[in-house]
């Protein structure tokens, strides 16, 4: 937050530099009758009013972009013990000897999942990649599915 706010103050301070009422610069503006762009409402010229726009533009730039950025789960997608079976890629199970690739890939394959009794109760495992799952059971949780995770479950665009 603070390095938002010097940047504020640092571009209202360059823009109030080449300001025609600064001390400095008043001696180098000359105003003619013949050559003034000035608007009658008012007595506001052009200039100042298109000064005023930018640095409104300027000062609400930062308000559009607080939007959030991180995915609450991201530990569950492969940082941490616990891995969401939902969201998590395929070769995250590499950590875990005996699921990668064959369960891993049921696993991505066939869900989302509600919980692990449900991945259990599937049929497309055999009673032996069952007995894995078991091992690892307290590893694996299922997350509500999120989209952008989802896509990505096979092929995360890591190639080595």
């Keep these: 937050m603070l390095s938002k706010s010097a940047i504020v103050l640092a571009i209202a301070g360059t823009a109030a530099a080449f300001s025609p009422s600064t001390p400095a610069l008043s001696g180098l503006t000359h105003r003619s009758s013949a ?14 009013a298109l000064a005023a726009a930018a640095g409104a533009a300027i000062v609400a730039a930062p308000l559009g972009a607080s939007a959030t950025v991180e995915y609450a789960n991201v530990p569950f997608l492969g940082g941490s013990d616990v891995v969401d079976v939902n969201n998590a890629n395929v070769r995250v199970y590499t950590r875990f000897p005996g699921m990668y690739p064959t369960v891993a890939g049921k696993l991505v394959k066939y869900g989302p999942y509600t919980s692990f009794d449900d991945i259990i109760s599937r049929k497309q495992f055999t009673s032996a990649e069952k007995e894995v799952l078991k091992k690892y059971q307290k590893n694996l949780t299922a997350l509500e599915p999120a989209p952008e995770y989802v896509i990505d479950n096979y092929n995360n665009g890591l190639y080595r």
């Design 35 to 48: 050559c003034s762009m000035t608007m009658q409402a008012d007595g506001v010229s052009r200039r100042d």
